[in-house]
């Protein structure tokens, strides 16, 4: 029987420097966390607003929390005071939201945009196309209290290696080409959140900047 401590230490010793780690607690008590954190890591994230709240208030305040799941419009208000990055903006609508209400809480909040690249109907994000043509409007360059720094992705839940391969590239493409277009000068957009325990390996020979590791850290 291995650790948290332990698988911890074994997933770093893989990542390569230049990739951040973000610990993916979902499902995991604090005391879990807890664990991970006095082996110092300080990345986590959470998929819903509720719990992600409930663990923030419970644990050391130099947690960077990372939001990862579906975010409805009614929980921002409960992050926005606290939250590091959200990795999960999937439309214009909910990036106003979210400048709406860091703009309230005097911050500006680091986002990704999702990007829906997987075969599976039920993930959300915006297709590559909506992606540039939101980005094309022009609208989000107004929000002041929101900053894109890259964009997330989850490849499709399979075997074939080629086919996570090619989505992880496509994906990686498509952060260049908007980088190129829209942020040559902007040196904070450096993010690309790809890959969890399954296929991170794959992901950051793609060319991700954040891998997003759950049950290889927190289950046995
Ligand atoms: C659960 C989850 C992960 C981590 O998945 P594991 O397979 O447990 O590593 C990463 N990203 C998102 C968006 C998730 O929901």
């Not at 893989?14 to 990345?43: C, F, M, W």
């Not at 109907?121 to 980005?135: D, R, S, W």
């Amino acid at each position: 029987m291995s650790s948290i401590t332990e698988r911890l230490k074994a997933t770093l010793a893989t990542i390569p420097e230049g990739v951040r780690l973000v610990a993916i607690s979902k499902y995991h008590p604090a005391e879990a966390i807890a664990e991970a954190y006095n082996a110092g890591q300080l990345d986590f994230g959470e998929n819903k607003a509720q719990d992600l709240v409930v663990k923030q208030q419970s644990l050391p305040e130099d947690i960077r929390w990372h939001f990862t799941g579906h975010l409805q419009r009614n929980k921002i208000k409960y992050i926005a005071p606290f939250i590091y990055m959200i990795h999960s903006v999937d439309s214009y609508q909910l990036l106003e939201e979210i400048n709406k209400h860091a703009a309230k809480t005097g911050r500006t909040i680091p986002c990704l945009l999702q990007i829906h690249i997987a075969e599976e109907e039920t993930k959300f994000g915006f297709t590559p196309e909506e992606c540039l043509a939101m980005l094309k409007q022009e609208e989000w360059k107004k929000l002041e209290n929101v900053k894109i720094r890259g964009l997330m992705c989850m490849a499709s839940n399979t075997d074939d290696s080629s086919r996570v391969a090619t989505e992880f590239r496509a994906v990686r493409a498509l952060f260049d080409e908007i980088r190129d277009r829209w942020f040559a000068d902007d040196k904070e957009f450096d993010t690309l959140s790809a890959g969890m325990s399954g296929d991170y390996l794959m992901a950051m020979e793609c060319g991700s900047t954040c891998v997003r590791i759950g049950s290889s850290i927190f289950e046995g």
